[in-house]
């Protein structure tokens, strides 16, 4: 094997060899996981929980004087600090390089051992990897969130790496077999909860922080519920890992978490190509505070009892396109812009005057929110209304066919 710093691996298979002797004789709890089949019985497999007894043993390795010596040398490679840097969270320098790098390797070493029987080759390829990471000129990061509410036919780019895709048999469970209580129930077995949200990306090696995901991703559930009408969440959390190694489990957004009251939809292809459109134009809400709001106040809505849900949705309304006339002229506002027909607008018109509010408004304004996004400019398609409104320039065009 080919080595770029060999006092690394030295130092570090010391430790490893020191950690296998604490460890040599004791019992790894396992976890019993079932593999679903479409045809048959249920396959299941015995699977050791290695990274949950290594970060439970974490103290104790801690003080080991390997320990100490290998963070020593960590401390000398910049790549190092880099890396660990990720995982800093309140940590000390030397506890960060501990958590990312040491008890990592020694995971991955024990997994490859099936327990901690110790075997060169093993070592030597989880130090391989370790140095590939360290070293290479690219990282690979990658965030997971299973979804739900949604069924899809095939894979759906919703824009700056983030992909719907239906989720692979284990692809979690091996990587965190701790996984199994964090998954929504039923994850895998239900049609409409067959598909992960995966976030990938391209780090360079001098990235010293991974992507935010939880808020990427949480966008992506407020696109694709904007997109669909469908009750869709995500999470509850989000699985990262970086160079195909586990990097850390993090809770997604609450409101993008949480499944909304309503039906499961179907992901096509025209809907998908809406909420990738749609999850780039969300950035408007950062410089348009009233946007932002009424985006806000609509996603709230979808998990609300009446009378709050009227009262989010009339909120959401008047922050969108009320503006200074108010609730009225948001209703105006908004019948002009969706309504085809005179019949068509009359009958919004009705629909917002209900108490408490119906199915059809709270989708007109979703379907609002929809054009208003697309459109780019929410005050200058107000004033652009208004002139609709007074006859002086045709009803602009609909920015959305399909919603």
């Given at each position: 094997m080919a080595l770029r710093a060999l006092h690394l691996y030295e130092s570090l298979r010391a430790f490893c060899l020191a950690a296998f002797g604490a460890e040599r004789g004791a019992q790894v709890p396992f976890a019993f996981e079932e593999h679903?089949?479409?045809?048959?019985?249920?396959?299941?497999?015995?699977?050791p929980l290695i990274r949950g007894f290594v970060d439970e043993q974490a103290p104790t390795l801690r003080r080991l004087?390997?320990?100490?010596?290998?963070?020593?040398?960590?401390?000398?490679?910049?790549?190092?600090?880099?890396?660990?840097?990720?995982?800093?969270?309140?940590?000390?320098?030397?506890?960060?390089?501990?958590?990312?790098?040491?008890?990592?390797?020694l995971t991955w070493t024990a997994e490859r051992c099936g327990g901690f029987d110790w075997q060169d080759e093993a070592f030597d390829a989880a130090y391989a990897d370790l140095e590939q990471t360290l070293f290479g000129s690219a990282r690979t990061y990658v965030a997971l969130a299973p979804l739900v509410g949604v069924s899809a036919g095939n894979d759906a780019d919703l824009g700056s790496g983030i992909h719907v895709r239906p989720?692979?048999?284990?692809?979690?469970?091996?990587?965190?077999?701790?996984?199994?209580?964090?998954?929504?129930?039923?994850?895998?077995?239900?049609?409409?909860?067959?598909?992960?949200?995966?976030?990938r990306r391209e780090l360079d090696s001098a990235d010293a922080e991974p992507p935010d995901a939880a808020g990427e991703l949480a966008d992506a559930v407020t696109a694709l519920r904007l997109a669909t009408a469908g009750a869709i969440s995500a999470g509850p959390v989000v699985f990262e890992r970086l160079d195909f190694r586990p990097l850390r489990i993090s809770p997604l957004l609450p409101i993008a978490a949480t499944q909304p009251i309503g039906e499961s939809t179907r992901l096509d292809r025209v809907r998908a190509r809406l909420a990738a459109d749609l999850r780039a134009k969300l950035e408007l809400a950062d410089g348009?505070?009233?946007?932002?709001?009424?985006?806000?106040?609509?996603?709230?809505?979808?998990f609300a009892d009446e009378p709050f849900r009227s009262a989010q949705v009339k909120e959401a309304l008047g922050c969108l396109l009320g503006g200074d006339a108010g609730p009225w002229g948001a209703a105006m506002r908004t019948a002009v812009l969706l309504g085809e027909h005179t019949k068509d607008r009359a009958e919004l018109?009705?629909?917002?005057?209900?108490?408490?509010?119906?199915?059809?408004?709270a989708d007109?304004?979703?379907?609002?929110?929809?054009?208003?996004?697309?459109?780019?400019?929410?005050?200058?398609?107000?004033?652009?209304?208004?002139?609709?409104?007074?006859?002086?320039?045709?009803?602009?065009?609909?920015?959305?066919?399909?919603?």
């Open positions: 679903a089949t479409r045809d048959g019985p249920s396959l299941y497999e015995y699977r004087p390997d320990a100490r010596n290998a963070i020593d040398d960590l401390k000398l490679e910049p790549a190092a600090a880099i890396f660990a840097r990720a995982h800093r969270l309140g940590q000390t320098e030397e506890d960060a390089l501990f958590r990312s790098i040491l008890l990592p390797l989720a692979v048999s284990g692809e979690i469970s091996q990587l965190w077999p701790e996984a199994r209580g964090l998954l929504p129930p039923e994850f895998g077995r239900d049609i409409d909860r067959m598909l992960v949200l995966e976030l348009d505070r009233q946007l932002g709001e009424a985006l806000d106040r609509w996603e709230l809505s979808l018109l009705a629909a917002f005057g209900e108490e408490p509010l119906g199915r059809e408004a007109a304004v979703r379907r609002a929110l929809v054009e208003v996004l697309m459109h780019g400019d929410r005050t200058g398609l107000a004033a652009t209304l208004d002139e609709a409104l007074l006859g002086i320039t045709p009803r602009p065009a609909s920015a959305l066919r399909v919603a």
